[in-house]
Protein backbone atom coordinates (compact mmCIF):
# COMPACT_ATOMS: atom_id res chain seq x y z
CA UNK A 1 0.00 0.00 0.00
CA UNK A 2 1.15 3.62 0.00
CA UNK A 3 2.67 5.13 2.77
CA UNK A 4 3.72 8.69 2.92
CA UNK A 5 7.15 9.73 4.04
CA UNK A 6 7.13 9.11 7.67
CA UNK A 7 7.02 12.77 9.47
CA UNK A 8 5.83 11.91 13.13
CA UNK A 9 9.77 13.68 14.67
CA UNK A 10 9.49 15.03 17.94
CA UNK A 11 8.60 18.85 17.81
CA UNK A 12 11.57 20.42 18.55
CA UNK A 13 11.47 23.39 21.91
CA UNK A 14 9.88 27.06 20.63
CA UNK A 15 12.43 29.35 19.32
CA UNK A 16 9.88 31.65 21.88
CA UNK A 17 12.00 29.86 24.56
CA UNK A 18 15.21 31.22 23.38
CA UNK A 19 13.66 34.43 23.12
CA UNK A 20 11.94 34.23 26.41
CA UNK A 21 15.14 33.03 28.26
CA UNK A 22 17.80 35.76 27.05
CA UNK A 23 15.56 38.37 28.30
CA UNK A 24 16.05 37.00 32.19
CA UNK A 25 19.36 38.68 31.59
CA UNK A 26 19.62 41.00 28.54
CA UNK A 27 15.99 42.65 29.60
CA UNK A 28 13.46 43.99 27.27
CA UNK A 29 16.29 45.87 24.76
CA UNK A 30 17.33 41.91 23.91
CA UNK A 31 13.77 41.02 23.04
CA UNK A 32 13.16 44.02 20.98
CA UNK A 33 16.21 42.64 18.97
CA UNK A 34 14.83 39.85 18.36
CA UNK A 35 11.45 40.75 17.57
CA UNK A 36 12.44 42.54 15.05
CA UNK A 37 14.55 40.39 13.60
CA UNK A 38 11.62 37.88 13.60
CA UNK A 39 9.48 41.03 12.08
CA UNK A 40 12.12 41.01 9.39
CA UNK A 41 12.23 37.71 8.06
CA UNK A 42 8.46 38.21 7.64
CA UNK A 43 8.43 41.50 5.51
CA UNK A 44 11.45 38.63 3.56
CA UNK A 45 8.89 36.40 2.97
CA UNK A 46 6.22 38.56 2.43
CA UNK A 47 4.69 38.66 -1.40
CA UNK A 48 6.40 42.29 -2.10
CA UNK A 49 3.73 44.40 0.15
CA UNK A 50 4.50 47.88 -1.18
CA UNK A 51 3.65 49.06 2.17
CA UNK A 52 6.27 46.76 4.18
CA UNK A 53 9.54 48.57 5.23
CA UNK A 54 12.44 47.81 3.47
CA UNK A 55 14.83 46.00 6.09
CA UNK A 56 18.67 45.82 5.38
CA UNK A 57 19.60 42.57 7.74
CA UNK A 58 23.06 43.53 7.05
CA UNK A 59 22.51 47.14 8.80
CA UNK A 60 21.50 45.02 11.96
CA UNK A 61 24.06 42.58 11.95
CA UNK A 62 26.84 45.99 11.77
CA UNK A 63 24.58 47.73 14.29
CA UNK A 64 25.01 44.40 17.15
CA UNK A 65 28.28 43.93 15.80
CA UNK A 66 29.82 47.48 16.74
CA UNK A 67 28.13 46.88 19.50
CA UNK A 68 30.63 44.08 20.65
CA UNK A 69 33.41 45.89 19.78
CA UNK A 70 32.47 48.86 21.90
CA UNK A 71 31.98 46.99 24.84
CA UNK A 72 35.38 44.92 24.32
CA UNK A 73 37.55 47.03 26.17
CA UNK A 74 35.42 47.42 28.77
CA UNK A 75 34.54 43.63 29.24
CA UNK A 76 32.07 42.46 32.21
CA UNK A 77 28.10 42.58 31.96
CA UNK A 78 28.31 44.89 28.93
CA UNK A 79 30.27 42.41 26.76
CA UNK A 80 28.07 39.66 27.72
CA UNK A 81 25.41 41.79 26.59
CA UNK A 82 26.30 42.51 23.73
CA UNK A 83 27.75 39.56 22.64
CA UNK A 84 24.55 37.44 23.55
CA UNK A 85 22.41 39.86 21.39
CA UNK A 86 24.53 39.22 18.06
CA UNK A 87 24.68 35.36 19.26
CA UNK A 88 20.54 35.37 19.34
CA UNK A 89 20.26 37.01 16.27
CA UNK A 90 22.52 34.87 14.32
CA UNK A 91 20.42 32.11 15.96
CA UNK A 92 17.41 33.47 14.30
CA UNK A 93 18.95 33.93 10.98
CA UNK A 94 19.82 30.46 11.06
CA UNK A 95 23.24 30.87 11.38
CA UNK A 96 23.98 28.43 13.82
CA UNK A 97 28.06 28.06 13.84
CA UNK A 98 28.55 31.31 14.57
CA UNK A 99 25.84 31.57 17.12
CA UNK A 100 27.67 28.97 18.90
CA UNK A 101 31.07 30.26 18.65
CA UNK A 102 29.46 33.69 20.46
CA UNK A 103 27.47 31.87 22.73
CA UNK A 104 30.55 30.11 24.31
CA UNK A 105 32.24 33.30 24.20
CA UNK A 106 29.42 34.80 26.41
CA UNK A 107 29.91 31.92 28.54
CA UNK A 108 33.34 32.61 28.78
CA UNK A 109 32.38 35.93 30.10
CA UNK A 110 29.77 35.31 31.85
CA UNK A 111 31.56 32.73 34.44
CA UNK A 112 33.82 34.99 35.15
CA UNK A 113 32.33 38.13 35.53
CA UNK A 114 29.03 36.67 37.13
CA UNK A 115 27.89 34.91 40.32
CA UNK A 116 27.45 30.83 39.47
CA UNK A 117 24.04 30.12 38.67
CA UNK A 118 22.89 33.44 37.72
CA UNK A 119 20.45 33.36 34.94
CA UNK A 120 21.96 34.61 32.90
CA UNK A 121 24.85 32.41 32.64
CA UNK A 122 21.97 29.23 32.65
CA UNK A 123 20.21 30.31 30.06
CA UNK A 124 23.27 31.33 27.55
CA UNK A 125 24.19 27.18 28.60
CA UNK A 126 20.12 26.36 27.38
CA UNK A 127 20.74 28.54 23.92
CA UNK A 128 23.59 27.12 23.35
CA UNK A 129 22.15 23.76 23.77
CA UNK A 130 19.31 24.49 21.44
CA UNK A 131 22.11 25.95 18.72
CA UNK A 132 23.94 22.38 18.98
CA UNK A 133 20.85 20.25 18.42
CA UNK A 134 20.00 22.83 15.06
CA UNK A 135 23.41 21.58 13.70
CA UNK A 136 22.98 18.06 14.70
CA UNK A 137 25.70 17.76 17.44
CA UNK A 138 23.53 15.86 19.45
CA UNK A 139 26.11 14.53 21.68
CA UNK A 140 27.48 18.00 22.84
CA UNK A 141 23.47 18.85 23.17
CA UNK A 142 23.03 16.79 25.18
CA UNK A 143 26.03 17.15 27.57
CA UNK A 144 25.02 20.41 27.93
CA UNK A 145 21.86 20.45 28.76
CA UNK A 146 22.58 17.64 31.66
CA UNK A 147 25.14 20.16 32.77
CA UNK A 148 22.43 22.85 32.80
CA UNK A 149 19.94 20.28 34.29
CA UNK A 150 22.10 19.99 37.69
CA UNK A 151 22.61 23.84 37.84
CA UNK A 152 18.98 24.17 37.13
CA UNK A 153 17.78 22.31 39.96
CA UNK A 154 20.10 23.17 42.33
CA UNK A 155 19.14 26.62 42.51
CA UNK A 156 15.37 26.53 41.04
CA UNK A 157 14.22 22.33 42.06
CA UNK A 158 13.65 19.74 39.72
CA UNK A 159 9.87 20.81 39.63
CA UNK A 160 10.41 24.50 38.52
CA UNK A 161 9.27 25.65 34.99
CA UNK A 162 12.63 26.31 33.85
CA UNK A 163 14.06 22.99 34.99
CA UNK A 164 10.92 21.42 33.38
CA UNK A 165 12.35 22.55 30.37
CA UNK A 166 15.51 21.25 30.23
CA UNK A 167 14.40 18.10 30.74
CA UNK A 168 12.05 18.50 28.07
CA UNK A 169 14.60 19.55 25.47
CA UNK A 170 17.26 16.62 26.91
CA UNK A 171 14.20 14.03 26.33
CA UNK A 172 13.86 15.88 22.42
CA UNK A 173 17.35 15.43 21.99
CA UNK A 174 17.39 11.62 23.51
CA UNK A 175 14.27 10.64 21.04
CA UNK A 176 15.80 12.28 18.34
CA UNK A 177 18.97 9.99 18.35
CA UNK A 178 16.60 6.93 18.82
CA UNK A 179 16.96 6.55 22.91
CA UNK A 180 13.05 6.03 23.27
CA UNK A 181 13.06 4.77 26.38
CA UNK A 182 14.72 7.11 27.75
CA UNK A 183 13.16 9.90 26.19
CA UNK A 184 9.49 8.54 27.90
CA UNK A 185 10.82 8.58 31.18
CA UNK A 186 11.36 12.40 31.14
CA UNK A 187 8.95 13.07 29.18
CA UNK A 188 6.45 11.48 31.69
CA UNK A 189 8.61 12.97 34.23
CA UNK A 190 8.53 16.26 32.65
CA UNK A 191 4.45 15.76 31.71
CA UNK A 192 3.15 14.94 35.24
CA UNK A 193 4.90 18.16 36.71
CA UNK A 194 4.09 20.05 33.84
CA UNK A 195 0.08 19.53 34.51
CA UNK A 196 0.60 20.53 37.93
CA UNK A 197 2.43 23.50 37.91
CA UNK A 198 1.72 24.80 34.74
CA UNK A 199 -1.64 22.93 33.96
CA UNK A 200 -3.08 20.23 32.02
CA UNK A 201 -3.53 22.52 28.81
CA UNK A 202 -0.65 24.95 28.75
CA UNK A 203 1.16 24.81 25.63
CA UNK A 204 4.42 23.53 27.00
CA UNK A 205 2.52 20.82 28.80
CA UNK A 206 0.54 20.24 25.72
CA UNK A 207 4.16 19.88 23.56
CA UNK A 208 5.52 17.46 25.99
CA UNK A 209 2.27 15.26 25.56
CA UNK A 210 2.63 15.33 21.56
CA UNK A 211 5.89 14.44 22.25
CA UNK A 212 5.66 11.74 24.40
CA UNK A 213 2.64 10.53 21.78
CA UNK A 214 5.34 10.02 18.72
CA UNK A 215 7.99 8.25 21.41
CA UNK A 216 5.23 5.88 22.24
CA UNK A 217 4.62 5.15 18.93
CA UNK A 218 8.60 4.95 18.37
CA UNK A 219 8.28 2.12 21.09
CA UNK A 220 5.36 0.30 19.08
CA UNK A 221 2.78 1.45 21.53
CA UNK A 222 0.00 2.53 19.16
CA UNK A 223 -2.80 2.29 21.06
CA UNK A 224 -0.68 4.60 23.46
CA UNK A 225 0.16 6.88 21.24
CA UNK A 226 -3.35 7.45 19.54
CA UNK A 227 -4.85 8.45 23.21
CA UNK A 228 -2.33 10.86 23.56
CA UNK A 229 -2.08 12.36 19.94
CA UNK A 230 -6.31 12.45 20.28
CA UNK A 231 -6.19 13.66 23.86
CA UNK A 232 -3.73 16.67 22.53
CA UNK A 233 -5.17 17.20 19.12
CA UNK A 234 -8.37 18.46 21.16
CA UNK A 235 -6.74 20.75 23.72
CA UNK A 236 -4.87 22.41 21.15
CA UNK A 237 -7.67 22.73 19.05
CA UNK A 238 -9.76 24.18 21.96
CA UNK A 239 -6.54 26.12 23.19
CA UNK A 240 -4.78 27.59 20.66
CA UNK A 241 -7.55 26.94 17.99
CA UNK A 242 -8.09 24.48 14.84
CA UNK A 243 -5.73 26.04 12.45
CA UNK A 244 -2.95 26.02 14.84
CA UNK A 245 0.43 24.89 13.31
CA UNK A 246 0.61 22.74 16.32
CA UNK A 247 -2.74 21.36 16.45
CA UNK A 248 -2.11 20.65 12.67
CA UNK A 249 1.09 18.98 13.54
CA UNK A 250 -0.56 16.97 16.04
CA UNK A 251 -3.38 16.31 13.85
CA UNK A 252 -1.00 15.05 10.87
CA UNK A 253 0.51 12.44 13.90
CA UNK A 254 -2.81 11.07 14.28
CA UNK A 255 -3.60 10.50 10.72
CA UNK A 256 -0.05 8.82 9.86
CA UNK A 257 -0.48 6.25 13.09
CA UNK A 258 -3.87 5.43 11.37
CA UNK A 259 -2.88 4.93 7.99
CA UNK A 260 0.02 2.81 8.93
CA UNK A 261 -2.06 0.70 10.82
CA UNK A 262 -4.49 0.23 7.61
CA UNK A 263 -7.36 2.51 8.77
CA UNK A 264 -7.60 4.50 5.75
CA UNK A 265 -10.74 5.29 6.12
CA UNK A 266 -10.21 7.13 9.44
CA UNK A 267 -7.03 8.56 8.24
CA UNK A 268 -7.85 10.31 5.02
CA UNK A 269 -9.92 12.92 6.05
CA UNK A 270 -7.79 13.81 8.74
CA UNK A 271 -4.98 14.22 6.45
CA UNK A 272 -7.14 16.29 4.23
CA UNK A 273 -8.08 18.50 7.35
CA UNK A 274 -4.43 18.95 8.30
CA UNK A 275 -3.35 19.69 4.42
CA UNK A 276 -6.05 22.26 4.46
CA UNK A 277 -5.39 23.94 7.32
CA UNK A 278 -1.76 24.27 6.42
CA UNK A 279 -2.57 25.95 2.69
CA UNK A 280 -4.72 28.24 4.75
CA UNK A 281 -1.83 29.03 7.49
CA UNK A 282 1.59 28.80 5.11
CA UNK A 283 0.26 28.93 2.04
CA UNK A 284 -0.24 25.92 -0.77
CA UNK A 285 3.56 26.46 -1.97
CA UNK A 286 4.89 25.57 1.74
CA UNK A 287 7.06 23.00 2.08
CA UNK A 288 4.51 21.79 5.27
CA UNK A 289 2.04 22.08 2.85
CA UNK A 290 3.38 20.24 -0.11
CA UNK A 291 4.37 17.55 2.74
CA UNK A 292 0.59 17.21 3.56
CA UNK A 293 -0.82 17.19 0.54
CA UNK A 294 1.65 14.49 -0.61
CA UNK A 295 0.83 12.34 2.59
CA UNK A 296 -3.21 13.11 1.76
CA UNK A 297 -2.77 12.08 -1.44
CA UNK A 298 -1.32 8.68 -1.03
CA UNK A 299 -3.89 7.93 2.21
CA UNK A 300 -6.35 8.84 -0.34
CA UNK A 301 -5.04 6.61 -3.01
CA UNK A 302 -4.90 3.65 -0.51
CA UNK A 303 -7.88 4.36 0.13
CA UNK A 304 -9.51 4.16 -3.18
CA UNK A 305 -7.38 0.61 -3.62
CA UNK A 306 -9.02 -0.88 -0.46
CA UNK A 307 -12.37 0.26 -1.80
CA UNK A 308 -11.95 -1.43 -5.27
CA UNK A 309 -11.46 -4.71 -3.81
Known sequence: MPEPPPISQPEAPSSRKVLLLVATV?????????????????????????????????????????????????????????????????????????????????????????????????????????????????????????????????????????????????????????????????????????EASLGPDHPDTLSTRHNLATTLRSLGRGEEAEQLYLETWQARARVLGAGHPSTLSTLHNLAELRHVQGRHAEAEPLFREAYEGLAASHGPEAEATRRARSHWEASAEALRKERGR
Not at 50 to 62: G, M, R, Y
Not at 90 to 97: C, I, N
Not at 99 to 121: S, W
Open 26 to 194: LGLAAVLVLLSAAAFQRVDRSSGDASAPAVDLSQEEAKLRRAVERETSSGGEPLIEATSRLAVWLHTQGRFEEAVTLYRDALDQGEQHLEPGHPGVLDLWNNLAAALRALGRYEESEAVLRELLAHREQFLGRRHPDTLGVLHNLAHVLQTTGRHGEAEELYRETLEAG
